[in-house]
């Protein structure tokens, strides 16, 4: 009862300001909304992050071919080739026995056109050339027909598979099922026996962790692409040639099982540098170590997001404490009615205590509801954005596109507390000073 | 002392007050001593100096004596902490203050019972009991008022009503009528004339003498001693007519206020 009327008494007096109390919530409130924020945000990214790496294959050890900088100083008569080679995939599959398979990539950038429709430009695009298994490791899903399979594979077939944006770019109003897309560089003719699922964005098979986008690819056999296209690979721009001579651009090793990729990677790693400790053409990513490096920084991250929301909650903190020493001020003549009426210290410091508590409660509702809304509004204001500013949403970093807030449940509890904390700690110096005015001084108090 | 046949509300012994200033003290109270029996009417006056503000402090137990001794109700009210004080105050003196003094942010009827909060007697009964005395006052329909809402002399009617809702060994009031006009002031006095004849001890503290015959009894300090002491010749008191009257007028006006 008495403590219900101390409530009662605080809320009414926080009443009399309502403006003033609004101001003083707000600091509270977005102190637990950031906190809240921050962390759901920290988590979505570094989620993103995981899953990125994770799409790389936790089981998987990534080698890349490296292109040396040119120092024949454009003299391509002494083209030397670079990167790892066939042998080098066969080897790593034959002699580590924590190898399940390995699979042989090579990719080049072409123009890719389709001839049956003349009002379809030729668009520029990635040529994989790969094997069957590579649907599988890099998780790529047929929305029709199939992948190309073993025996495509062995019989070098001019088939290939494509991704959706490419059958959406090249083929607007057609079915390209066994259609036939032209290579003008390469004067070359594949069928196309099946189409990917759409598919976002993701790191890099170079494991630089920017996103790559698979939606330009065209998959065909690595060994018809040997077949038809050797190793040596010329361009033209403007009126130079450049050349350059690769086996492949990276291979893919699966290890059979995650705990076994420390060591694999090792033994892979020793393999490939075996006559060149200090090889340059070769990169070897560990997804794994990606992997395990990404948690550490979450964590990083995540104290850091803390951080920030915590010093914002101090600052609403402060707030609270100016504000209510203005009030201790201001109602220097009720304290001393009321010490004048039988109200105790205790009394006194109590009922500034319950304002300051009720305003850093109110704040810390009303920062836990807003926190809760970070998903919807999170998505509204892409939404808002793409709608009205295409342009600046397509510029926006791709986790910043994709990333989906995730409220950290502990932050909710923790946020609240934090805010009642501050309440009580930062209200405890102006509630206590109220205490102690003299009651004769304070009655005398204009 | 109580079983004497007059009871005393206070008892006041060689009451001294000392003030250190820097390197001098002030002898605000040089020894006062004077008893307040049960249904007094006592008016202290004095020239500003005399230390009429000190003993009203003391009085109201808001302060304690350097030296000397005031027995409230046989408990010597110079020897408390700040908490027994506290509780004395809520318990044992009913206030009103010549700025009335009420809590801005709670209703008539919230204020009265605001020393009852601090007993922690608050309950049903207490309700009834603060409406009864805002009755008794002429605010009986303006209960769920602010003090904001009220006149002058109205807001020093809850005051009293607030004094005297702990039922308190004496009403202590401190120029009470000062802040009020005639009219009004006549209406405070009729009050307090009415509350006396009913038994209660009144302290009054002024420098108005046309307030101070009103009261039984004239106390006049100087110079931090008691210059005289003694019944008030020639009292002027308010028939029952009268009292009626001003509360009749006073009800009018508050009724038209609305």
């Known amino acids: 009862m008495l403590y219900f009327r101390t409530v009662k008494l605080g809320t009414k007096s926080l009443l009399l300001h309502p403006m003033r109390s609004l101001l003083t919530v707000l600091g509270i409130f977005i102190g637990v909304a950031s906190v809240i924020w921050l962390l759901a945000i920290g988590e979505g990214i570094s989620k993103e992050a995981q899953r990125q790496i994770e799409d790389l294959g936790a089981e998987n050890i990534i080698i890349r071919s490296i292109q040396p900088p040119d120092e024949s100083g454009g003299n391509f008569r002494q083209i030397t080739a670079f990167g790892v080679t066939r042998n080098e995939c066969k080897l790593i599959n034959d002699t580590i026995s924590t190898v399940k398979r390995v699979l042989p990539i090579r990719e080049l950038s072409q123009k890719f056109a389709y001839t049956g429709n003349p009002n379809v430009k030729p668009v520029d695009g990635r040529l994989v050339g790969c094997t069957s298994d590579y649907a599988e490791v890099t998780r790529l899903e047929i929305e029709r027909g199939h992948f190309l399979t073993t025996r495509e594979v062995e019989l070098n077939r001019p088939v290939c598979v494509i991704a959706a944006r490419l059958a959406d770019k090249l083929f607007p109003s057609e079915d390209p099922l066994n259609k036939q897309i032209y290579l003008p560089e390469k004067k070359e003719l594949f069928k196309i026996v099946g189409v990917l699922k759409h598919r976002n964005a993701t790191a890099a098979i170079g494991g630089s962790l920017a996103a790559q986008d698979f939606s330009l690819d065209i998959y065909i056999p690595v060994t018809t692409m040997r077949a038809r296209m050797t190793d040596q690979e010329t361009k033209r721009s403007g009126g130079s040639f450049s050349s350059k001579l690769f086996e492949l651009s990276q ?23 075996q006559n060149d400790p200090n090889r340059q053409d070769i990169s070897v990513v560990v997804p794994y170590e990606l992997l395990e490096q990404a948690k550490t920084t979450r964590l990083m991250f995540m104290m850091f997001m803390g951080l920030i929301a915590a010093i914002s909650l101090i600052v609403g903190g402060i707030g609270i404490m100016n504000i209510m020493l203005a009030t201790v001020t201001e109602r220097t003549r009720e304290i001393g009615i009321r010490r004048a009426l039988g109200g105790k210290q205790r009394d006194i410091v109590l009922q500034f205590l319950v304002e300051t508590i009720t305003l850093s409660i109110v704040g810390g509702i009303t920062g836990i509801l807003m926190g809760l809304l970070c998903p919807v509004v999170i998505d509204v204001s892409r939404w808002g954005l793409e709608y009205f500013a295409p342009q600046l949403y397509a510029g926006l970093p791709e986790v910043a596109r994709v990333m989906r807030p995730t409220i950290v449940p502990i932050s909710i509890p923790v946020a609240f507390g ?22 004769i001084e304070a009655l005398r108090h204009e | 002392m109580s079983e004497t046949s007059t009871r005393m509300a206070a008892v006041i012994r060689d009451l001294q007050k000392h003030y250190v200033l820097k390197s001098e003290t002030v002898r605000a109270l040089r020894g006062v001593s004077f008893d307040v029996p049960e249904g007094d009417y006592v008016a202290i006056m004095g020239p500003s100096g005399s230390g009429k503000s ?45 700025s009335y003094n009420l809590i801005a942010q709670l209703s008539v009827v919230e204020n009265i019972e605001v020393p009852l909060y601090y007993m922690g007697n608050l309950n049903a009964q207490s309700r009834k009991r603060s409406i009864e005395l805002a009755k008794m006052v002429g605010l009986g329909e303006r209960l769920d008022h602010r003090p904001t809402q009220l006149s002058g002399g109205q807001q020093q009617r809850v005051a009293i009503a607030r004094s005297l809702v702990n039922d308190p060994y004496f009403i202590l009031a401190d120029e009470a009528t000062g802040n009020l006009d005639s009219v009004t002031t006549e209406e405070i006095l009729a009050l307090f004339q009415r509350l006396n004849d009913e038994g209660k001890t009144i302290i009054m503290v002024t420098h108005e003498d046309e307030v101070a015959e009103h009261a039984k009894r004239v106390i006049r300090l100087r110079d931090g001693e008691i210059q005289f002491d003694k019944p008030v010749e020639g009292r002027k008191v308010f028939t029952v007519e009268q009292i009626q009257e001003i509360a009749h007028n006073a009800d009018v006006a508050t009724r038209s206020a609305d």
């Open chain 1, 251 to 273: 291979i893919t090793v699966q290890v059979k099982s995650a705990d076994d990729v420390p060591r694999t990677a090792e033994l892979v790693e020793a393999t490939l540098r």
């Open chain 1, 418 to 439: 934090i805010s009642v904390v501050v309440g009580v700690f930062f209200g405890l110096y102006p509630a206590v000073r109220a205490a102690q005015l003299d009651p």
């Open chain 2, 54 to 98: 000190t003993l009203l402090n003391l009085l109201g137990c808001l302060d304690q004596p350097t030296h000397g001794s005031f027995l409230l109700g046989g408990d010597d009210v110079a020897q408390m902490t700040d908490d027994e004080l506290s509780t004395i105050r809520a318990s044992r003196i009913g206030f009103v203050f010549q």
